[in-house]
Structure formats: structure tokens, C-alpha cells
């Protein structure tokens, strides 16, 4: 069965830090990537996706993320990380029709 | 667009008692789709319907758990017997079409305490 790894379940990053969230899955074939995002009471969010194409991928909030298929990875990245980013990141993998699967998310905590 | 709808948001209930979540999915969105979130689970897809048909339950926990989608603007889950267990929040996301390619919407989601 397919699986999504994010290593990480906690971060704690200053502001201005830069962020990186690792997210490897296991399937050999094609698939779609997704990162969402989940701020503390509220619903989850899209915050990018793959499908083809350019492997890096730009999102909202200035997150962007890199699919490596030989790593079967899709990290997530932003340069500066603001207060306002604190939330709980889920990585999640589409292998066939609309069934998600997703990691089990990491938890990011930036201090002002 | 007022998103997806769940009902209750919160939910306390005790042990054995029946309890019914409620979704209305964003108008116009062919797929609807079950999730539960726990500590230790993580995100688990329970069940998603398109065209209001169940295409995949396999990720139903047991024969506790039921789901119907009576048209395209309603869904239900029902536990019926609750178990402590089953205390998590259950989410109900919709998408506009069946292909893999589109984001889901995510609700808000209903916390469910089984005491």
C-alpha cells in the first residue's frame, strides 16, 4: 500500500529561520503531490500541488516545493518563515482515483 | 462560497450512544470525501462517494461506521455503537471532479468525544 513519510513531527524555528519539511512517499508510479496546511482551529488548506512539469513548485505564502522523483520526495521549503506560520503541515500523495493518503503531518512552532 | 459545511462541531457523546455527523459539500462538487484524524493515525480517508455513489470504503474501521450521501448537497456518518475509541475529529472535504487532478475542501471539521 501506498505510504507518506514526514519525518519530522515538531519543529521549532525563530523568525526569519529558513524552513524545510521532508516528505517521501512510496509508490513507483506516476503520482500527484500535495502540501496542505492546517492553522491551530481551522480546516485544512491547499498550500501547493504537482502534477507535471516544472519540479518545483510555487505556492501560496511564499512556500514552494521540490518533487525529486529519483528520492521519491516532495519537500517543502520557505526562506523566511514568519510567526503567522505556525500551523501543522500534512504531505499528501494521489496515486490513483482521488484517494488521498497522507502523512501524518509535522507540527511547525516559529517564535517571535 | 461558504465552503463545506459540517454539523456538530463538537461532539460529546458517551459510550454506546449513536452519533450522526453531517456534511454539506461546496455546491456544484461531484466528490465527497470522509476523513477521521487522530494523534496516532494521523489523517485516515474513511470513504468518498462521487455522484453521491460510494466509490471506495474501504477505509471504513468496522461495521460501526456508516456513510450515505442521499443527494449532492448531504452526507452522513453514523457510529452506531460509539466506542472511546472513536473520539477524533472527523473531517468532510469535497472536490469539483473524480480525476485525481483537483484540490479537495477541506470543512471544519467535527471534534467527537466518546466518553
Known amino acids: 500500500a501506498q505510504s507518506v513519510s514526514q519525518h519530522n513531527h515538531h519543529v521549532i524555528l525563530s523568525e526569519a529561520a529558513s524552513l524545510e519539511l521532508g516528505c517521501n512517499y512510496s509508490y513507483g508510479g506516476t503520482v500527484n503531490l500535495f502540501w496542505y496546511v492546517q492553522y491551530p482551529g481551522q480546516h485544512l488548506q491547499l498550500l501547493l500541488k504537482y502534477f507535471s512539469g516544472d519540479p518545483l513548485v510555487k505556492g501560496i505564502k511564499g512556500f514552494e516545493a521540490e518533487f525529486i522523483k529519483s528520492k521519491f520526495s516532495f519537500n517543502l521549503r520557505k526562506p523566511s518563515v514568519q510567526w503567522s506560520d505556525t500551523a501543522e503541515y500534512f504531505c499528501?500523495?494521489?496515486?490513483?482515483?482521488?484517494?488521498?493518503?497522507f502523512g501524518t503531518g509535522t507540527r511547525l512552532l516559529v517564535s517571535p | 462560497d461558504a465552503g463545506v459545511i459540517q454539523s456538530p462541531r463538537h461532539e460529546v457523546t458517551e459510550m454506546g450512544q449513536e452519533v450522526t455527523l453531517r456534511c454539506k459539500p461546496i455546491?456544484?462538487?461531484?466528490?465527497l470525501f470522509w476523513y477521521r484524524q487522530t494523534m496516532m493515525r494521523g489523517l485516515e480517508l474513511l470513504i468518498y462517494f462521487n455522484n453521491n455513489v460510494p466509490i471506495d470504503d474501504s477505509g471504513m474501521p468496522e461495521d460501526r461506521f456508516s456513510a450515505k450521501m442521499p443527494n449532492a448537497s448531504f452526507s452522513t456518518l453514523k457510529i452506531q455503537p460509539s466506542e472511546p475509541r472513536d473520539s477524533a475529529v472527523y473531517f468532510c472535504?469535497?472536490?469539483?471532479?473524480?480525476?485525481?487532478?483537483?484540490?479537495?475542501?477541506f470543512g471544519p471539521g467535527t471534534r467527537l468525544t466518546v466518553l
Open positions: 499528501a500523495v494521489n496515486t490513483g482515483f482521488q484517494k488521498l493518503v
Open positions: 472535504a469535497s472536490s469539483v471532479r473524480g480525476t485525481g487532478l483537483d484540490e479537495q475542501f
Open positions: 455546491s456544484g462538487h461531484n466528490s
